[in-house]
Antibody, heavy 115, light 106 residues
Framework: EVLLVESGGGLVQPGGSLRLSCSTSTVTFSDFEMNWVRQAPGTGLEWISYISSTGSTIYYADSVKGRFTISRDNAKRTLYLQMNSLRAEDTAVYYC????????WGQGALVTVSS | DIQMTQSPSSLSASVGDRITITCQASRDISNYLNWYQQKSGKAPKLLIYDGSKLETGVPSRFSGSGSGTHFTFTISSLQPEDFATYYCQQSDSLPITFGQGTRLEI
């Protein structure tokens, strides 16, 4: 089991930016492909981004492409999600998760986009 | 993108009941279908992967079947702790997509 801990959530105004982090103490973090998944209030799950173990391959959902950037620092065992040009519809709990099937999830970080 | 159609969206049942949830993919995904349980305020938990494989530590009352485009998820005898929301997910290709969820209520 991989323990993942997210941080960086909070309240931000529309058009603002926020960076989420997902950290682990697992020494083999550099072996794991990682994903971000979000869940808007009262709704279902939406996959938003994937990054390969080395960071060389990245994918985004259309809903965040061009605004969000996924990255990782394997030396720090940390995954990031830089979120720019935030919109009200980006309000959600954001989870990091290991490669599908998603066995390991973080506890979630709440991002609220509101003026 | 592969669309996942999950039904029903909600289900009322009682302890001891057998329930089934279905998930239909918009195209063939082989057996790359996973099932998750989510309780309020918590991250989802993987129950079934690759269509029918029981995740380690998950009780055997949970099961999954199907391949191609049609999949089913069954709980053979509901326990009080099973009342939650369940999601199917395809991991055949990106973008990974989820079903809309089934809320299982007493």
């Amino acid at each position: 089991e991989v323990l993942l801990v997210e941080s960086g959530g909070g309240l931000v105004q529309p058009g603002g930016s926020l960076r989420l982090s997902c950290s682990t103490s697992t020494v083999t973090f550099s072996d794991f492909e990682m994903n971000w998944v979000r869940q808007a209030p009262g709704t279902g799950l939406e996959w938003i981004s994937y990054i390969s173990s080395t960071g060389s391959t990245i994918y985004y959902a259309d809903s965040v492409k061009g605004r969000f950037t996924i990255s990782r620092d394997n030396a720090k065992r940390t995954l990031y999600l830089q979120m720019n040009s935030l919109r009200a519809e980006d309000t959600a709990v954001y989870y990091c998760a290991t490669v599908a099937p998603f066995r390991d999830w973080g506890q979630g970080a709440l991002v609220t986009v509101s003026s | 993108d592969i669309q996942m159609t999950q039904s029903p969206s909600s289900l009322s049942a009682s302890v001891g009941d057998r329930i089934t949830i279905t998930c239909q993919a918009s195209r063939d995904i082989s057996n790359y279908l996973n099932w998750y349980q989510q309780k309020s305020g918590k991250a989802p938990k993987l129950l079934i992967y690759d269509g029918s494989k029981l995740e380690t530590g998950v009780p055997s009352r949970f099961s999954g079947s199907g391949s191609g485009t049609h999949f089913t998820f069954t709980i053979s005898s509901l326990q009080p702790e099973d009342f939650a929301t369940y999601y199917c997910q395809q991991s055949d290709s990106l973008p990974i997509t989820f079903g809309q969820g089934t809320r299982l209520e007493i």
